[in-house]
């Protein structure tokens, strides 16, 4: 089994940057693509960016690319989620996720195996 934390959230204003951590225990040595998704309030999670093993190809939702990169160390089985030019509308909880098929570019919820328990931001005007 594989347990994810999330960390680094918070609350800041609109412009500001952010970066997520994800942490993985347990099964480290296992081969995982990671994504990221989030939950913004009265809405379903939705995809917001993944990576492959070797740190790429990367994939992201259009509604952050461009202000968002995901990256990883997996020495330190760590994932990162670097969020610049803060929105509004991106306030969620954001979720680090890790999907054992690493020969598909998955972005469906459903094809991540496991997940973590998410981190709140929030961006204020």
């Known amino acids: 089994q594989v347990q994810l934390i999330e960390s680094g959230g918070g609350l800041v204003q609109a412009g500001d940057s952010l970066r997520l951590s994800c942490t993985a225990s347990g099964r480290t040595g296992g081969i995982y693509a990671m994504g990221w998704f989030r939950r913004a309030p009265g809405k379903e999670r939705e995809f917001v960016a993944r990576?492959?093993?070797?740190?790429?190809?990367?994939r992201y939702a259009d509604s952050v690319k461009g202000r968002f990169t995901v990256s990883r160390d997996n020495y330190k089985y760590m994932v990162y989620l670097q969020m610049n030019s803060l929105k509004s509308e991106d306030t969620a909880v954001y979720y680090c996720?890790?999907?054992?098929?690493?020969?598909?570019?998955?972005?469906?919820?459903?094809?991540?195996?496991?997940w973590g328990q998410g981190t709140q931001v929030t961006v204020s005007s």
């Open positions: 996720a890790a999907d054992k098929d690493i020969y598909n570019d998955h972005i469906s919820q459903a094809s991540y195996d496991y």
């Open positions: 990576i492959s093993f070797t740190g790429g190809p990367t």
